[in-house]
């Protein structure tokens, strides 16, 4: 069974405080994504990598950033939370040129 | 730039009806995929269909076929016999081929079955 694995599905963090995310696939895929999920705006691409330390912005990468050493693992940093990162972030993985992305659990992120 | 519009936030549909999700997208590029993705109240993301460009013939998955005029750059997502467990919220995304293969979503459209 393919499988994408977000490390948490419940965080809780003050802000300011630097907060990862950490996401595996266990499918040799090229291609990982970050997402956020907020009511009323679908899911919005933070970053997306298609090789090992290679990264691209997606359309809202303002105040996050990643990192991809090794291919199973995609990590989303957010240096200094805020308030209006409260939210769902979604994992997805793809292979180079697949036909579909397999997605993580989601891990439902509060900044207080 | 590449975008996918999902123009219906909510609808209702009777239990054994057909309904359409609305999906309409923009790109330049030749050769992309379009997708059709469930997500119910759980919050997994489950596919449900997948469009290729190049297609000939409209994709088909047990009850979700995917209506696809690609002159009018829309991919609407089409369940035959809606059922109780259908009631979701149903995103359309779109991938363009290439070296980064990046993937979109719309903001989705939240369905509810009615018995």
């Known amino acids: 069974d393919v499988k994408v694995t977000q490390s948490s599905r419940y965080l809780v963090k003050r802000t300011g405080e630097k907060v990862f995310l950490e996401c595996v696939q266990d499918m040799d895929h090229e291609n990982m994504f970050w997402y956020r999920q907020d009511p009323g705006l679908g899911l919005r691409l933070i970053y997306f990598?298609?090789?090992?330390?290679?990264?691209e912005k997606g359309d809202i990468p303002e105040g996050y950033s990643v990192s991809r050493e090794k291919k199973e693992r995609f990590s989303l940093i957010l240096e200094s939370a805020s308030t209006n990162q409260t939210s769902m972030y979604l994992c997805a993985s793809s292979p180079g040129q697949g036909r579909r992305a397999f997605f993580g659990q989601g891990t439902r992120l509060t900044v207080v | 730039a590449q975008k996918i519009t999902q123009t219906q936030p909510g609808m209702f549909v009777q239990e054994k009806e057909a309904v359409t999700l609305d999906c309409t997208y923009d790109?330049?590029?030749?050769?992309?995929?379009l997708f059709w993705y469930k997500q119910p109240s759980s919050g997994e993301m489950i596919f449900l269909i997948y469009q290729g460009s190049y297609d000939q013939q409209n994709a088909t998955e047990g009850r979700y076929s995917l209506n696809f005029q690609k002159a009018r750059k829309s991919a609407n997502l089409v369940i035959s016999a809606s059922q109780l467990g259908d009631s979701a919220m149903y995103f359309c995304a779109m991938r363009v081929r290439g070296a980064t293969n990046k993937l979109i979503f719309g903001t989705g459209t939240l369905l509810a079955v009615q018995p």
């Open positions: 790109t330049s590029d030749p050769s992309y995929g």
């Open positions: 990598s298609y090789d090992v330390k290679m990264k």
